[in-house]
């Protein structure tokens, strides 16, 4: 496992569309325990393949357990390959923010609840039930698989701003 370099939002990479998963082999995983360790280290909850280099329809998603709440859905590692949204419903705004454009959020309307299919690292089929937080974790990596930032989203450009270093510092980017 390594820790590798995320690229940044001005680097082409980051905007071309990735290529289905195919080869569900050892170096599938190696590439997700890769993801994995780099999204920790950052620190954030989701990376897509691309934002290391690799155009791959990959996305790993982790969001961090909250003391005293039980949500299923935290603390739990998803990892999805081919992921695609098949359903949403409803629509709330909320910040986001990038591991390839750290430093900045911005207020971005996102579906509510989602349902994603897609395939685990054998190439099973799943299906993956997700609201709040997680349905916005999610579809913001889906994006990151067609070449979209969550900049492209904003309805405005006021709705990005700069985080103070000590917001940036608490910060948990997606």
């Given at each position: 496992?390594?820790?590798?370099?995320?690229?940044?939002?001005?680097?082409?990479?980051?905007?071309q569309?990735?290529?289905k998963v195919?080869?569900?082999g050892?170096?599938?995983?190696?590439?997700?325990?890769?993801?994995?360790e780099?999204?920790?280290?950052?620190?954030?909850?989701?990376?897509?393949?691309?934002?290391i280099?690799?155009?791959?329809?990959?996305?790993?998603?982790?969001?961090?357990?909250?003391?005293?709440e039980?949500?299923?859905?935290?603390?739990?590692?998803?990892?999805?390959?081919?992921?695609e949204?098949?359903?949403?419903?409803?629509?709330?705004?909320?910040?986001?923010?990038?591991?390839?454009?750290?430093?900045?959020?911005g207020?971005?309307?996102r579906?509510?609840?989602v349902?994603?299919?897609?395939?685990?690292l054998?190439?099973k089929?799943?299906?993956?039930?997700?609201?709040?937080?997680?349905?916005r974790?999610?579809?913001?990596?889906?994006?990151?698989?067609?070449?979209?930032?969550?900049?492209?989203?904003?309805?405005?450009?006021?709705?990005?701003?700069?985080l103070?270093?000590?917001?940036?510092?608490?910060?948990l980017?997606?």
């Amino acid at each position: 496992m390594a820790v590798r370099r995320i690229l940044q939002a001005d680097e082409m990479a980051v905007h071309q569309k990735a290529k289905k998963v195919k080869d569900f082999g050892p170096s599938l995983k190696a590439l997700v325990d890769d993801m994995v360790e780099t999204m920790r280290a950052a620190p954030g909850i989701g990376l897509a393949a691309p934002q290391i280099g690799v155009p791959l329809r990959v996305i790993v998603v982790e969001l961090p357990q909250v003391e005293g709440e039980e949500d299923p859905q935290r603390g739990k590692l998803f990892v999805i390959c081919n992921p695609e949204v098949v359903k949403s419903w409803g629509e709330e705004e909320g910040d986001e923010g990038c591991l390839s454009l750290p430093g900045y959020v911005g207020e971005v309307k996102r579906a509510s609840r989602v349902t994603v299919k897609g395939q685990d690292l054998k190439g099973k089929k799943i299906r993956v039930k997700a609201q709040g937080l997680l349905a916005r974790a999610l579809q913001h990596e889906i994006d990151h698989l067609h070449g979209m930032l969550f900049t492209t989203r904003l309805e405005s450009i006021d709705k990005l701003r700069r985080l103070e270093k000590a917001e940036e510092e608490a910060e948990l980017a997606i």
